[in-house]
């Protein structure tokens, strides 16, 4: 028996510290591995609301480890329906504040901060099909809120295209700066050398 009641002890440990340590690595996505592996889960957790219906606070457990919580409202109050005292979401192609279809590969694109992370992909316009858009970006940001890496905003093209330019805009005027001090340092040589040469110049002349 007491072996019995051990052996259960330590199940109940192991898991406890499976736990633990799953809810501690939700604070560190600190590599594209990781972003991408976390908006998958997030992106499951919303689709399993379509799978059957339930009540609203096992809705709100699947998305809180995700989601911050004006985007939950935002999320629930567009897409979710109460049927019979519980709820469920019905998909659709155009649900809004659901994650992109992410191809999740080289093509997504992810920005790292230390409190901000952007991850984003171009969309081109299909050839056919019964879908068509034009081309376009669609992106969420990231944030971290009490500690913990949350979904906080849909990003949209226009959003999107600004953020680049902006960041475009920073990379140019690093690079006219660190040109600007490689050129003052060019000129600062030059006045050396100056100096060194005209001194035997001026001796000979005394």
Request: glycine share 4%; hydrophobic share 35%; net charge negative.
């Amino acid at each position: 028996m007491k072996k019995t009641m051990l052996c259960i002890f330590l199940l109940i440990l192991a898991f406890g510290n499976a736990q633990f340590t799953y809810a501690m690595e939700k604070d560190k996505l600190s590599e594209r591995k990781d972003v991408l592996l976390f908006l998958e889960e997030a992106f499951h957790a919303q689709v399993h609301l379509s799978e059957k219906h339930r009540e609203l606070s096992e809705v709100n457990s699947l998305l809180t480890p995700y989601f911050s919580d004006d985007y939950i409202n935002k999320f629930l109050k567009a897409n979710l329906v109460k049927e019979n005292g519980k709820y469920i979401i019905y998909g659709s192609d155009f649900a809004p504040y659901y994650i992109p279809y992410f191809q999740f590969s080289e093509n997504t694109e992810i920005d790292i901060d230390s409190q901000k992370i952007y991850v984003y992909e171009y969309f081109e316009s299909p050839d056919a099909g019964p879908l068509y858009y034009e081309d376009h970006y669609e992106g969420m940001l990231l944030e971290k809120i009490n500690g913990q890496w949350k979904v906080s905003k849909q990003l949209s093209d226009e959003e999107i295209t600004k953020y680049l330019s902006k960041n475009a805009k920073n990379e140019n005027s690093e690079v006219e700066k660190v040109s600007r001090l490689n050129k003052l340092a060019d000129l600062q040589v030059f006045a050396q050398l100056k100096v060194i040469f005209s001194l035997p110049f001026a001796q000979n002349g005394r």
